[in-house]
């Protein structure tokens, strides 16, 4: 079983250093991580709250906004990388 175990912070360091996502901006405890394809062909925008644990549902909508095609995968990926 994968863990699902991540704080706000774990997703928002993992997107940004490995995912090459950036931050566009705060708001109170949600940050705003933008992402752009190279050519300019494709853009994501993810919203990630810093929360000391996420809710399963919320780190489903965060693999989602960021297109992430496996859940588990997602997961696992993140697991790795904080």
Known sequence: MTTRDFSGDDVIR???????FWIDRVKGD???LKWEHPDG???RTVTVPRHRSLRTGTLRGIAKQASARDFDE???W????R
Do not use: A, P, Q, W
């Not at 993992?14 to 090459?20: D, K, P, T």
């Open 41 to 43: 062909s494709e853009k």
């Open 14 to 20: 993992v997107l940004v250093n490995r995912g090459n």
């Open 30 to 32: 949600h940050y705003t």
């Open 78 to 81: 993140i697991d790795r990388n």
């Open 74 to 76: 997602f997961c696992r």
